[in-house]
């Protein structure tokens, strides 16, 4: 698997991973201002593709902020047929190395345990096993799910 910064041919690819967790997150496709922050994104180097050794289609994309100390997760998606082969873990790590700088803290809001998506994602364990802990309640998705933030130090 490779990880690089995704380009502008990517994006429609992005498009698709976003209909396929829809469900979870809530309407993006018909947000123009989800297509604006994949499109600033990938402008600014702040956007990762995965894809697989010799394929061209990104199985997975991550979109991430910095205002040192403190770096956002914006999104990070691992397409359906893709899941649980590493291509999450692969990205983040390929985002921490690339894109943060210690000493700092990262965040990500993710579902809320109470939330559908949380167990059916794995998102919430993902984000542990990578050593984030789970902080203070977020604001609820626009699909009115709750949501968690989680946070990893960094040094």
Same mark, same amino acid.
């Given at each position: 698997m490779i990880i690089r910064l995704a380009r502008e041919q990517d994006v429609p690819r992005f498009m698709e991973l976003a209909r396929q967790v829809e469900h979870w997150f809530g309407p993006m496709l018909g947000d123009p201002g989800f297509r604006d922050a994949v499109d600033k994104h990938v402008r600014r180097d702040a956007a990762l593709v995965a894809v697989a050794t010799g394929g061209a289609e990104p199985l997975g994309g991550l979109l991430f902020g910095a205002k040192p100390p403190v770096y956002h997760v914006h999104w990070l998606v691992v397409s359906e047929d893709a899941r649980r082969q590493g291509a999450g873990r692969a &990205? +983040? #790590?390929? #985002? +921490?190395?690339? &894109? /943060?700088?210690?000493?700092?803290? /990262?965040e990500v809001v993710t579902f809320g345990a109470d939330h559908t998506g949380a167990v059916a994602s794995g998102a919430r364990i993902f984000y542990e096993k990578l050593g984030f802990t789970p902080a203070e309640p977020a604001d609820p998705g626009p699909e009115g799910g709750s949501r968690q933030m989680y946070r990893k130090v960094v040094v």
């Open positions: &990205l +983040m #790590a390929d #985002a +921490m190395s690339r &894109l /943060v700088r210690g000493p700092g803290t /990262v």
